[in-house]
Nanobody
């Protein structure tokens, strides 16, 4: 079966860094677009970043550009989200998701197009 497991969340002070990992099983990530989404209390889920090795492309929501970097390691079947210069507004539960479709910017606003979801990992940034 297809499973996604997100980890790496925690509590940091503003300006700190965290590295999230999404380990996939039941499929190889090179065949899928992998996206990171987040949801804060009282807010809708929003796309953060997505990547596809198949399409050799990656996209980010404007609020994280220059601070977050998405990458993958096909040998480990893992996708990462390196988060630097964290801000309190980054506080949320972060989820990874997979879709058998090309990576395009619209996916960050179309979470319903993602086919598989993992459980989230909490990121808390204090000021």
């Amino acid at each position: 079966d297809v499973q996604l497991q997100a980890s790496g969340g925690g509590s940091v002070q503003a300006g700190g860094s965290l590295r999230l990992s999404c380990v996939a099983s039941g499929f190889t990530v090179d065949l899928y677009t992998i996206g990171w989404f987040r949801q804060a209390p009282g807010k809708e889920r929003e796309g953060v970043s997505c990547i596809s090795s198949r399409d050799d492309s990656a996209y980010y929501t404007e609020s994280v550009k220059g601070r977050f970097t998405i990458s993958y390691d096909n040998a480990k079947n893992t996708v990462y989200l390196q988060m630097n210069s964290l801000k309190p507004e980054d506080t949320a539960v972060y989820y990874c998701a997979a879709a058998l479709r090309p990576a395009l910017p619209y996916l960050l606003t179309a979470s319903g197009d993602m086919d598989y979801w993992g459980k989230g990992t909490q990121v808390t940034v204090s000021s």
